[in-house]
């Protein structure tokens, strides 16, 4: 039991600095390139607006900001369904990598923003496969429309006192599922705060903090929290693989045996 409250603790730790890394990166696609890389919502809503307006110049940023968020979507995926030892070591390094290459551009003084929408959203896509539950509740790293959504149906079921399907012990509720939503979309909100505190002549440098956290998460750590019988997790060695447990509730049938 311990064990699995551990693992929990440290998945709810990944995904709160990963939700916080979301809303910065947000907020700095709003800021400085005039486009969400993480909120979808709003820019499906841009490029029909702008396109229902013939304005297809205007729709481009955000229409691209879509496709390079579903790319990155689909090779997160892709390497969390893969068999590779260090999976998410190396989703984590590709993430910190395509941020400090954005810091470098900057810093020779040669900005595009497509290159920096393309590369953020596909950041932005690869991460949020990575991490899908803390215990049993399912979570969005990068959007909060969802995350927002399933506090107000916790909190519905916990004033009708209706029972917590799938609850792990007698201190999982209603209500402390509602938090753990909470704590993401705080999580959320504190980066874009942060990302409003950052100073616009200071741009070259908005992108470091998330970059060397990113790094950091890849590379430090141990695998310590042994899997239970009802959840697997892929061999890993850093505190990125040992946070991102997988239920077998998830997995194909054929993979269960």
Same mark, same amino acid.
């Given at each position: 039991m311990n064990t699995k409250v551990n693992r929990t603790r440290l998945q709810w730790a990944l995904a709160f600095s990963l939700a916080m890394i979301a809303g910065y990166l947000d907020g700095y696609g709003l800021r400085f390139l005039g486009t969400y890389v993480s909120f979808m919502s709003g820019n499906t809503t841009s490029t029909g607006l702008k396109s229902g307006q013939g304005d297809f110049h205007a729709a481009l940023p955000s229409a691209l900001a879509i496709l390079f968020f579903v790319t990155g979507s689909f090779l997160g995926n892709l390497l969390s369904q893969s068999r590779l030892r260090y999976v998410h070591r190396v989703t984590f390094g590709l993430i910190a990598s395509g941020l400090a290459i954005i810091v470098a551009v900057e810093c020779w003084g040669v900005r595009d923003i497509f290159f920096e929408i393309g590369l953020l959203c596909l950041a932005m896509g690869?991460? +949020?496969? #990575?991490?899908?539950?803390?215990? $049993? /509740?399912?979570?969005?790293?990068?959007? #909060?429309? &969802?995350?927002? +959504? !399933?506090?107000?149906?916790?909190?519905?079921?916990?004033?009708? !006192?209706?029972?917590? /399907? &799938?609850?792990?012990?007698? !201190?999982? $509720?209603?209500?402390? !599922?509602?938090?753990?939503?909470?704590?993401?979309?705080?999580?959320?909100?504190?980066?874009?705060?942060l990302s409003g505190i950052a100073v616009a002549d200071l741009r070259t440098w908005t992108l470091l903090p998330p970059s060397a956290a990113m790094f950091a998460i890849s590379l430090f750590g141990e695998y310590s929290a042994a899997p239970s019988c009802d959840q697997a997790v892929?061999?890993?060695?850093?505190? &990125?693989?040992?946070? #991102?447990? #997988?239920?077998?509730?998830?997995l194909p049938s054929s993979s269960r045996n």
């Open positions: 690869m991460m +949020n496969p #990575v991490l899908t539950k803390i215990g $049993s /509740e399912s979570i969005s790293l990068t959007f #909060v429309t &969802g995350t927002l +959504n !399933r506090i107000g149906g916790h909190l519905a079921s916990a004033a009708r !006192r209706r029972p917590l /399907e &799938g609850s792990e012990d007698h !201190r999982d $509720s209603h209500l402390m !599922r509602a938090g753990i939503e909470a704590s993401m979309w705080c999580g959320f909100l504190g980066g874009a705060v892929y061999p890993a060695s850093t505190a &990125g693989d040992r946070m #991102v447990a #997988v239920s077998r509730t998830d």
